[in-house]
């Protein structure tokens, strides 16, 4: 009913920057929130950011500052600018959407994954 596609991620050098989309995409009356989450090797997923429809973003303690989150409601796609990479930003990055139906129901989607490697 709903798919997220997720693009951007890849290979950078520490201090690089990667730009992040994620478009949604099928039977959508609108989109709740938005966000962004990440799980490393040997680690469990964890949230990295959201942009609610209307109102403030959220960010983890270990981004903020060097991430910025942002969506396009035109287009029903969510962007995360990241600047400033780590090592420790190496992960999958998952995009997540609570969407409204058209048929009324709501419904958590989450994208299929897009890997993002910052080298040393």
């Known amino acids: 009913q709903v798919q997220l596609v997720e693009s951007g991620g890849g290979l950078v050098q520490t201090g690089g920057s990667l730009l992040l989309s994620c478009a949604a995409s099928g039977s959508i009356f609108s989109i709740n929130a938005m966000g962004w989450y990440r799980q490393a090797p040997g680690k469990e997923r964890e949230l990295v950011a959201t942009?609610?429809?209307?109102?403030?973003?959220n960010y983890a303690g270990s981004v903020k500052g060097r991430f910025t989150i942002s969506r396009d409601n035109a287009k029903n796609t969510a962007y995360l600018q990241m600047n400033s990479l780590k090592p420790e930003d190496t992960a999958v990055y998952y995009c997540?959407?609570?969407?409204?139906?058209?048929?009324?129901?709501?419904?958590?989607?989450w994208g299929q994954g897009t890997l993002v490697t910052v080298s040393s």
């Open positions: 942009v609610p429809s209307g109102g403030r973003t």
């Open positions: 997540n959407a609570m969407v409204v139906l058209t048929s009324g129901r709501y419904l958590t989607v």
